[in-house]
C-alpha cells in the first residue's frame, strides 16, 4: 500500500507543477506554467486509464510520460534537471522495491538557467 501512495504521489509531483491545486510539494514554491500542460497530458492520461494496483502504475508508459512531462518542466526552468532525474529514479524504485520493475527514462530537458 505504501509503494502505491509513494507512486502516485510521485506523479502527482510532476502534475503539480502544471496543476497548482494539487500541489503537493508547496516547499518547492513551484510557479505552474500552461506550458507544460500538452506535453503532460499523456502521463495523466495514463495514471487515469491504469488501475489502482502497484503493477497497473509500474509501466514504461507511465515512466516515460512521467520523463516527458519532466523534460517541459526542467526546460521552462519550473524544476531542474536534477531534481527531475531525481523523481523519475524515485518513482522506478518504487515499482522495483514493490516487485514490478520498469525500465527507467531519462530527462533529456535542459533548463536555460535563472
Known amino acids: 500500500m505504501f509503494a502505491i501512495l509513494t507512486l502516485v504521489l510521485g506523479a502527482q509531483t510532476a502534475l503539480a507543477a502544471v496543476r ?7 516547499r518547492q514554491s513551484v510557479t505552474p506554467t500552461d506550458a507544460c500542460i500538452d506535453a503532460c497530458t499523456p502521463l495523466t492520461n495514463a495514471l487515469a ?6 503493477g497497473d502504475l509500474c509501466t514504461s508508459t507511465i515512466v516515460n510520460a ?4 519532466y523534460d517541459c518542466l ?3 526552468g519550473t524544476v ?5 532525474q531525481d523523481a523519475v529514479n524515485d518513482y522506478v524504485e518504487g515499482c522495483t ?3 514490478f520493475p520498469v525500465s527507467g527514462a531519462t530527462v533529456s530537458g535542459s533548463s536555460s538557467g535563472g
Open 66 to 69: 512521467y520523463a516527458e512531462c
Open 74 to 76: 526542467v526546460e521552462g
Open 80 to 84: 531542474t534537471q536534477d531534481e527531475a
Open 20 to 26: 497548482p491545486s494539487t500541489n503537493l510539494l508547496a
Open 97 to 99: 522495491d514493490g516487485g
Open 49 to 54: 486509464a491504469a488501475g489502482t494496483t502497484l
